[in-house]
């Protein structure tokens, strides 16, 4: 069974960076694509970004555009969501999640991601 483990949050300052990771055990993580989401109290889980099984990057969300990148590093069975020019409303709970697919779809909903990790907080603030 695949199970995520998210790190990597933390406190940072508005325009700052940070890095988070999502490494996986009990599968090869390069057989799947994998999101991040973000959540805040009292709302849904937002999409943020997805890397396709190949490589190929999918924004979630328009706000993160230009500011956020997804990588992968397929030896360590790890992604990496790199966020930078950190704003305030980018405190929330960030997951990464898996349906087991090798691509990304914008579209899907939450609950067909059969694998969520428990997540990193992430908090802006001065």
């Known amino acids: 069974q695949v199970q995520l483990v998210e790190s990597g949050g933390g406190l940072v300052q508005p325009g700052g960076s940070l890095r988070l990771s999502c490494a996986a055990s009990g599968g090869f993580l390069h057989n799947y694509a994998i999101s991040w989401f973000r959540q805040v109290p009292g709302k849904g889980r937002e999409g943020v970004l997805c890397i396709s099984k190949h490589g190929d990057a999918t924004a979630f969300s328009d706000s993160v555009k230009g500011r956020f990148t997804i990588s992968r590093d397929n030896s360590k069975n790890t992604v990496y969501l790199q966020m930078s020019n950190l704003k305030l409303e980018g405190t929330a709970v960030y997951y990464c999640?898996?349906?087991?697919?090798?691509?990304?779809?914008?579209?899907?909903?939450?609950?067909?991601?059969?694998?969520w990790g428990r997540g990193t907080q992430v908090t802006v603030s001065s």
């Open positions: 999640a898996t349906d087991l697919g090798p691509f990304c779809f914008p579209q899907a909903s939450t609950d067909e991601y059969d694998y």
